[in-house]
């Protein structure tokens, strides 16, 4: 069964830093993509970014330059590392997959994670 898990998140002060984890079960990670997208009360939910085999990596606008995707095949984990964190960058962060072969990013996904929170708060 296709399965994630998001963990990481939790309060930080603008300007810092956090790196959330998402570790994925159910299938080989390298065939598939991993998209990471957030949802906060009042907003719409946005997709942030997006890791494939085809590249290259997706970023949305509010996040680039500041945020990194990774994976670790091995670990069957993907990585989002996130810098210079602001107010607005809180929610709660999931990361998801279509389980399509050859898609590419962001695109429609299926299956997701119960989500992180993140907080950035002075």
């Known amino acids: 069964q296709v399965q994630l898990v998001e963990s990481g998140g939790g309060l930080v002060q603008p300007g810092g830093s956090l790196r959330l984890s998402c570790v994925v079960s159910g299938f080989t990670l390298d065939y598939y993509k991993i998209i990471w997208f957030r949802e906060a009360p009042g907003k719409e939910r946005e997709d942030i970014s997006c890791i494939n085999s085809p590249g290259p990596n997706y970023y949305a606008d509010s996040v680039k330059g500041r945020f990194t995707i990774s994976r670790n095949n091995r670990k069957n984990t993907v990585y989002l590392q996130m810098n210079s964190l602001q107010p607005e960058d809180t929610a709660v962060y999931y990361c998801?997959?279509?389980?399509?072969?050859?898609?590419?990013?962001?695109?429609?996904?299926?299956?997701w994670g119960q989500g992180t929170q993140v907080t950035v708060s002075s």
């Open positions: 998801a997959t279509d389980h399509l072969l050859g898609s590419s990013c962001p695109g429609r996904y299926r299956y």
